[in-house]
């Protein structure tokens, strides 16, 4: 019978162990301490016992179930404090792990680095430039006097009225071209990339904060077959190998001649202008995309950097990113760039 109750302990120690809610727990308190359970079966079995054995085995009995209620207290110790601890009552190890969301770039920044890498490849390396400019970097060095009407197509927010060279937020990355140009000489070729702002109402189209890529070169002998190389190539990159390309005459005052340079329409000319479809949502039926500005660097601009024109001539050019970007991934509102919703985001 001595043997009988070691293997009773043995055998509760092993359920104990493989018990994890505290359910399980309370049916096993049951099963060895209830009016029926296990220990009281032994109990009753005293009776049967020789009388002289009677108190050793009692006793033994009691020691056993005093181990089990102890055992038993113990576990219900841990199980609750488990429940309070993580909402459940045991970690449940198979479950997946928590994952948590990883950052990306924007998509603004991913086209930013597709433009500089395609540039980078046609010689082109990025500079920097500040966002707070004064009026001679954003109008007079480009050759646009202060009275000039030329100041309206470039809308621009002041910063202090008071100051003589009037502090403002750059309204074009041209500013960049000055900054560069001052400080070192030719050959240049450069890209800039940058946030540029301008007072118009938000609307799917215009924002008063967007993005713009400058790009110019400067050396001996540039020719006007040098940009329309240059872009050509770049937006073959950008857009596909079948686009086609055109220039339109434009007036820029830092840039003579100057173009607006146009696209197929990627959506519906089949990239082939003269299939255009009149309900496209894209181009409205016209078949073309205008998707910068550009022309030869005015020579008022190269003296004011104190460049020898008879010696140098350059080309530049400007991009708006956002407008870039709606093209290529079929946008329709400018304003998703600036909402970080990701279930926008998080299509790029
Ligand atoms: N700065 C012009 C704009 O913001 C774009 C441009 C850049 C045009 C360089 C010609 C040359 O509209």
New binding site residues.
Partial sequence: VEEEIRNLEQGFREELGSISTLEALGVLRIKYLGRKGKIAEYFQKLALVEPGQRPGMGKLLNILKETVASHLAEKEKNLSLTKAVSGTEAPDVSLPGISYAVGGKHILTQVIDEIAAIFYHLGFISADGPEVETEYYNFTALNIPAEHPAHD??NTFYLDFRNKDRYLLR????TV?IRVMEKYKPPLRIISPGK?YRPDATDAAHSFMFH?V???AVDEGVRFSDLKGTLFAFAQKFFGQDIKMRFRPHY?P??EP?VEVDISCIICANRKPTTANRECSVCHGKGWLEI????M?HPNVLRTVGYDTRRYTGF?????VERMAMLKYGIDDIRLFFENDLRFLNQF
């Fill in positions: 197509t470039f309204s074009q990355t041209s071209q540029v713009q400058e790009g110019f820029f830092f840039t100057s910068l500005g550009a022309g660097i530049a050019f400007g991009m708006g």
